[in-house]
């Protein structure tokens, strides 16, 4: 056997060793090791889909043109390196348990397959013909493979990050009032926790997305006598269940959150609200919508969820919504859940009074989104442009006039005054 024919085997061996390495935390993650609250059955589609794939690569490695046989090591050592950061995120943050030693193992074996996939793409390359053609067409593929990183890895990365990494711990609680640990049940069985500031007036408050952002606007309301709920989003600090930083179908969360309020003695069951930012704000849009539950709603620099959300919405670029298309392909085959339906048509739907706010130095799509969404509203509205502001920068743009007016729009439509 040839020095070359021995090299290309045992690249074959360390390629396939490297897959299996990185296929065994694929499986660790989503059957042996699921988050709490969760089981094997709630991940068949993802991980079933990703195994195959994983495993196909490995058992075509040595079957297909060095070129490809590159490219499947490259492609390979990336998501190697993208299915450990959940692995170093919680590493860093709580300590390494569970599924985290398999995802600490896919480094190396990511790394190997990089090393791998440039090995062959050097070994393979063409000697023959003009220099300046031979190093042009290099040059091609290297900017072509640069720009199908950003458009398409990149993307894929986030989805990946969104739906696999969040917030392990508890913040420090800095309410301003006293409170209580509270824990709920969502309708799909997760277990919930947070806080609870009891209400003075009759009337409560449900400030989302976390315990971590939350606080400030939570803090406010509790001033003027609101209770207030804030909890770990499910997959999140103390919270069950996989996490979708996007916030896909988290209206069962706030679902839950509004139903515990109104078991509360301290809370008219009529006189419940909510205040979200970003992803907050949309989650709340879409529990306001199908449910009527939330009297009324403070949404801050909502704009949307998926590309459903990028081609309802005005104004946006094609560059950003191919990204955004690319993104909502991943995070639905990581999670085996459809991109939920866009926020503008479910404005209509509420009945709710609706407050729409956003930073005039906010996020491109904040402006347009918003303004649309209140052309769309059907209920009781009102919409500002917060002057100064970025994305979610209410109160530290403007804060005395945010309050007044946040203040103003619940006690107007949660108390009557």
Do not use: C
Not at 77 to 84: E, I, K, P, Q
Not at 206 to 235: E, F, N, T
Not at 306 to 315: E, F, G, Q, Y
Not at 376 to 392: M, S, T, Y
């Amino acid at each position: 056997m040839s020095v070359r024919a021995s090299r290309a085997r045992d690249d074959v061996a360390l390629a396939r060793i490297a897959l299996g390495a990185i296929a065994l935390h694929v499986a660790d993650d989503a059957f042996f090791e699921p988050n709490p609250g969760t089981s094997a059955v709630d991940h068949v589609t993802p991980g079933l889909t990703s195994l195959v794939l994983v495993l196909a690569a490995a058992a075509l490695f040595d079957r297909v043109r060095p070129g490809i046989r590159a490219t499947i090591a490259l492609l390979g050592g990336f998501f190697g390196l993208l299915v450990a950061t959940e692995a170093v995120h919680a590493s860093t943050s709580v300590g390494a348990s569970g599924d985290d030693f398999t995802g600490l193992a896919a480094i190396p074996a990511g790394l190997l397959l990089l090393a791998l996939g440039g090995r062959t793409l050097w070994i393979s390359r063409r000697r023959g013909g003009r220099a300046r053609w031979r190093y042009g067409r290099r040059l091609l593929l290297s900017a072509g493979a640069f720009v199908g990183a950003l458009l398409v890895l990149f993307p894929v990365a986030v989805a990946y990050v969104v739906t696999h990494t969040a917030r392990t711990q508890v913040p420090r609680a800095d309410l301003g009032a006293p409170y209580r640990n509270v824990a709920f049940k969502t309708s799909d069985g997760l277990v919930l926790k947070g806080w609870y500031i009891a209400s003075r007036n009759g009337a409560a408050v449900v400030s989302i997305p976390g315990r971590g952002s939350s606080q400030k606007r939570a803090k406010l309301l509790a001033r003027h006598g609101y209770g207030v709920l804030v909890y770990d989003r499910r997959g999140e600090g103390e919270s069950e269940g996989d996490p979708n930083a996007f916030g896909w179908h988290g209206e069962r969360d706030v679902d839950a959150a509004v139903a515990y309020l109104r078991t509360r003695p301290d809370v008219d069951a009529h006189r419940i609200g909510g205040i979200g930012l970003s992803v907050g704000g949309e989650m709340l849009i879409a529990a306001a919508a199908h449910s009527n539950g939330l009297r009324a709603i403070v949404t801050e620099g909502a704009s949307g969820r998926s590309v459903r959300d990028d081609l309802a919405n005005p104004d946006r670029a094609w560059g950003e919504i191919i990204g955004t298309t690319i993104a909502s392909a991943a995070t639905a085959a990581f999670t085996g859940q459809m991109p939920p339906t866009d926020l503008r048509r479910l404005v209509p739907s509420i009945s709710a009074a609706t407050f729409f706010i956003y930073g005039a130095r906010g996020q491109p799509a904040e402006g347009p989104a918003n303004k649309a969404f209140y052309a769309a509203a059907r209920g009781p509205k009102h919409l500002w442009q917060v002057p100064g502001a970025g994305h979610i920068g209410g109160t530290e743009a403007r804060p005395l006039e945010y309050e007044q007016r946040v203040v103003a729009f619940f006690d107007r439509e949660l108390l009557g005054h």
